[in-house]
């Protein structure tokens, strides 16, 4: 007999009538926990397909047995606490003003605090300590954002509490025979290449100790069940919103049961609670997809266009960059020159990048002394962006607010603003020292700066740098003995960058960290784009690419075309083959544009053309990855335009080798009744045909490094 229909579907929280199952509903999805009135705790139920409240309400809770040596909650725990029979990782530590460890919670309570939101309520049953765990599902999708809230509730006068681990959410999954993990991994210019292992029994952790997210790892990983593809399969997402340290781990007991904690900081950060404090943890964002990977991507490109971007409508400008031209050596004449240069190629953003300001003649000096150079622009930089907005594009600086170079005027007057330890010897990484900015004196410092640099300078954009890790850090802002720094430093970028944003609704921002070293959902609530590496190589940029795209959108990943060989691999690449690739996100130029050919800058400019036509499906489409770097000899990816009457093909060969003729590309996406034209040959086929037959595979170049784009409109020609 089927099951009763729940009593108002559509609701996103709902919970039994004995008040204690609460299901989570999705779009396509269940998320179920109960409240266990006799352990004092929230058991986990289910995280999956949906399910009707009725039977969430009856199934059991499913754990393992109790031994002396075992606990059977370990695993199945919402947000499992340091103290009693608990073994596994817990999700709060804490240290308590007399050393001890230990928590017990009281009764939790539930709040429905608004549509999709609801909140379970801790106490400690007599220490100080109260903590609110946070659901929110958001409409129309599968991200369920979970966040917690811990509170001192002592009198004046008690003694700190000190928190050692403060995770955001622990998301326990439901029995699979088996589990794979998939996750980023890499280095500076070799970031987000991605890896998918076995799930070992034990505790796998990834984290960044550095003080920001990190160029080895990113925030977020993927857990599926060994049999998932990119379009089919149950797949698992966790993302964690953190610009500073942060820690997730995968835990898989010998039970079989398999949690995911994230949070932020590392081992050793803690947090010091005095009475009345509160703190907020960074939103774990995460998703159910029972259609592969490619589905659980374009599902949370979705969430962050729809609740985390600033401006998710608006198409990303076409970027030049001065950098790779003259590097330091900039100047009011030769940045003139490359920007009539870049309008002639229809470039909408001018980005003077490092060296305009100080002494900084190289990376020895000038980082904090944010007055233009004097030698370079006696005229100071107002005339230059005048010039610019004449020429028809948006004024951009870069910025690296963030540091300081002992040769400068700020560090000879303010030393103590750097992020240091007294006793210790100070580490300098690219001779320069990291500015506090968990000190509210050196964050209304640097939002001063900003501000007159903006409003005085007509600046529209700021590529905001940070290129170095911390080391020697703590003091100031944790607690005694405390690292907290590796968390409220991020917590201080956010305010500038948000009290910036609210000054200057104009203002765009890009978030560089020496490449791709701070990229997660945090940052992206508070700037346009980011730059996902240093790296610029056409073919190395395919896997990079790859890699950030099953988190993070097209709209929101920057990508130059710069010289050639390229600076970093001596690899010589044809114009088209690196434009096809920089046109497969937020496209940008930064090639010394004056030694260019009149050819080459002739065939530029027609295929910044071409991107301006395709933008709106590249930076607001769909993504399908059709063909993965490094599995053959292409690599393909398919943009499909909101209302699938458009879609882009790109198609790259890095290396040629003798073989059969690679078969024809299976589209996805499309309305399999419509007819689409290519726009270049006029051939027409129907989006049936496109999926289930193929695209005939376009003519590519000859030679290593070709490759092809392909402009499908639908039409009402018939079949």
């Known amino acids: 007999m089927p099951a009763a229909p729940d009593p108002e579907p559509s609701t996103r929280v709902q919970i039994d009538a004995a008040g204690e199952t609460v299901l989570l509903r999705g779009a396509t999805s269940s998320y179920v926990l109960r409240v266990d009135p006799a352990a004092r705790t929230v058991h986990h139920v289910h995280w999956g397909a949906p399910i009707p409240l009725a039977d969430a309400a009856a199934l059991p809770v499913w754990s393992d047995h109790d031994t002396s040596f075992t606990s059977r909650w370990d695993g199945v725990e919402e947000y499992p606490v340091e103290g009693g029979a608990r073994f596994g990782v817990p999700a709060m530590e804490v240290r308590f003003g007399d050393g001890s460890s230990p928590v017990e919670p009281a009764r939790p309570r539930l709040t429905v605090a608004g549509e999709g939101h609801l909140t379970v309520s801790f106490q400690d049953r007599a220490r100080p300590l109260a903590w609110e765990l946070h659901y929110r599902v958001r409409p129309d999708g599968d991200v369920l954002e979970r966040w917690t809230e811990f509170t001192h509730t002592g009198p004046a006068g008690d003694e700190p509490v000190l928190l050692t681990r403060f995770s955001s959410a622990h998301w326990p999954l439901p029995h699979r025979p088996d589990w794979r993990l998939s996750t980023v991994s890499g280095g500076w210019a070799a970031e987000s290449r991605l890896e998918r292992t076995a799930l070992p029994v034990g505790e796998t952790v990834l984290t960044s100790r550095r003080g920001h997210t990190g160029h080895q790892a990113n925030p977020w990983i993927a857990l599926d069940a060994a049999d998932a593809g990119e379009e089919h399969g149950e797949v698992w997402m966790v993302t964690l919103a953190a610009s500073g340290s942060w820690r997730i781990t995968a835990q898989r007991t010998a039970a079989g049961r398999v949690g995911v904690l994230a949070g932020e900081g590392h081992e050793g950060v803690e947090l010091e609670l005095r009475p009345g404090d509160r703190h907020t943890t960074a939103v774990s964002a995460s998703l159910y997809s029972a259609d592969g990977f490619g589905a659980a991507s374009r599902s949370f490109h979705t969430y962050l266009r729809d609740h985390v971007l600033p401006h998710p409508r608006e198409l990303r400008p076409v970027l030049y960059n001065s950098w790779e031209a003259t590097a330091f050596d900039v100047s009011e004449e030769n940045q003139l020159d490359l920007a009539r240069h870049a309008a002639a190629l229809g470039a909408e953003l001018f980005v003077v990048d490092d060296g305009w300001f100080g002494r900084r003649d190289d990376d020895r000096a000038g980082l904090g002394d944010w007055t233009p150079h004097r030698d370079r622009f006696p005229r100071g930089l107002r005339p230059l962006a005048d010039e610019v907005h004449r020429l028809g594009m948006a004024f951009g600086l870069w910025v690296e607010p963030e540091m300081v170079n002992v040769d400068s005027d700020l560090y000879r007057s303010r030393p103590d603003w750097t992020v240091h330890l007294p006793d210790r010897a100070t580490t300098e ?173 002739a065939e530029a400019a027609a295929l910044v053309r071409l991107y301006k036509e395709i933008r709106p499906v590249v930076q607001h489409g769909r993504l399908h990855r059709l063909l993965p770097p490094g599995r053959g000899p292409l690599t393909a990816v398919q943009y499909v335009g909101p209302s699938a009457d458009r879609s882009v093909v790109l198609v790259w060969r890095p290396t040629t080798a003798f073989g059969p003729a690679h078969p024809p590309l299976r589209l996805r996406g499309l309305d399999d009744d419509a007819v689409y034209r290519d726009e270049d040959t006029g051939s027409t086929w129907s989006g049936a045909t496109l999926a289930a037959y193929g695209l005939p595979l376009p003519e590519l170049p000859n030679g290593d490094c070709a490759s092809a784009l392909v402009r499908l409109r639908r039409c009402d020609e018939p079949r």
């Not at 305010?495 to 070293?517: K, N």
């Not at 896997?543 to 075309?561: E, K, L, N, R």
């Open 429 to 601: 990484l690219r001779n320069q020292r990291v500015l506090d900015f968990s000190r509210p004196e050196v964050t209304d410092w640097a939002y001063a700066w900003l501000s007159d640099v903006v409003s005085r300078n007509t600046v529209d954009f700021l590529k905001w740098d940070f290129n170095r890790s911390f080391t020697e850090a703590g003091g100031h802002s944790g607690g005694p003995g405390a690292r907290g720094v590796h968390l409220t430093h991020a917590r201080g970028v956010h305010q500038v960058m948000d009290r910036l944003r609210a000054a200057f609704p104009h203002l765009r921002i890009e978030s560089c960290a020496g490449g791709g070293g701070r990229v997660n959902p945090g940052v992206l609530a508070r700037t346009d784009q980011v730059w996902p590496s240093d790296n610029t190589d056409a073919v190395d940029r395919l896997t990079i690419q790859h890699g950030f795209s099953h988190v993070y959108p097209a709209q929101v990943m920057s990508a130059w075309v710069t010289d050639t060989p390229n600076p970093l691999t001596g690899r010589s690449v044809p114009l088209r083959f690196r434009f096809h690739t920089a046109m497969a996100g937020v496209l940008g130029i930064g090639g010394d544009l004056p030694r260019w050919t009149q050819a080459e800058r």
